[in-house]
T-cell receptor, first 112, second 113 residues
Framework: GNSVTQMEGPVTLSEEAFLTINCTYT??????LFWYVQYPGEGLQLLLK?????DKGSNKGFEATYRKETTSFHLEKGSVQVSDSAVYFCALTYSSASKIIFGSGTRLSIRP | IAGITQAPTSQILAAGRRMTLRCTQDMRHNAMYWYRQDLGLGLRLIHY???????GKGEVPDGYSVSRANTDDFPLTLASAVPSQTSVYFC????????????FGEGSRLTVL
């Protein structure tokens, strides 16, 4: 079946460190891929997305590239800030509107 | 722009009581969803609606019901609450296309004693 697997947290980094959060997926067809972020006490919000192979989504210094050959959509940021502390969710959607699959989430904490 | 409004924000409920969580969106999105979020378990889909007048079951529908009488509203009802339904509930919507993003409400924290 279709699924999303992301690296388990928590991940703790120092400010200005390089961040990678791994996400791999299993899906039939050609899904769209998303990263959502959840700040403390809030709902999820879209961080970035990619809708076809080799697309790169980017926002707020975060990037992720849709890699069909490795079925991956890893999230990266070159220099993290304390304000990036949050839970990050990888997700995929495909043809049926009801089919939105989330990974289990990765909690990121950034030390000053 | 309000987006998605959920109510109540927080509620403590005795087991066996009936409870309705309200969700309203002002974006005219076709598709709406209810998720629950439990520590360490991420998001799990309870029920969804692809368009007004239709609903479907997600991965954890037991003990919950929904209705979609119009485009804007998508209430979630717990007919007889149990402690295992203690969770944070999120309502979300999107246009219904494959590439459309989900918009989430701020969540409703429910504690069943």
């Amino acid at each position: 079946g279709n699924s999303v697997t992301q690296m388990e947290g928590p991940v703790t980094l120092s400010e200005e460190a390089f961040l990678t959060i791994n996400c791999t997926y299993t899906a039939t067809g050609y899904p769209s891929l998303f990263w959502y972020v959840q700040y403390p006490g809030e709902g999820l919000q879209l961080l970035l997305k990619a809708t076809k192979a080799d697309d790169k989504g980017s926002n707020k210094g975060f990037e992720a590239t849709y890699r069909k050959e490795t079925t991956s959509f890893h999230l990266e940021k070159g220099s993290v800030q304390v304000s990036d502390s949050a839970v990050y969710f990888c997700a995929l959607t495909y043809s049926s509107a009801s089919k939105i699959i989330f990974g289990s989430g990765t909690r990121l904490s950034i030390r000053p | 722009i309000a987006g998605i409004t959920q109510a109540p924000t927080s509620q403590i409920l005795a087991a066996g009581r009936r409870m309705t969580l309200r969700c309203t969106q002002d974006m005219r999105h076709n598709a709406m969803y209810w998720y629950r979020q439990d520590l360490g378990l991420g998001l799990r889909l309870i029920h969804y609606s692809n368009t007004a007048g239709t609903t479907g079951k997600g991965e954890v529908p037991d003990g919950y019901s929904v209705s979609r009488a119009n485009t804007d509203d998508f209430p979630l009802t717990l007919a007889s609450a149990v402690p295992s339904q203690t969770s944070v509930y999120f309502c979300a919507s999107r246009t219904g296309t494959n590439t459309g993003e989900l918009f989430f409400g701020e969540g409703s924290r429910l504690t069943v004693l």
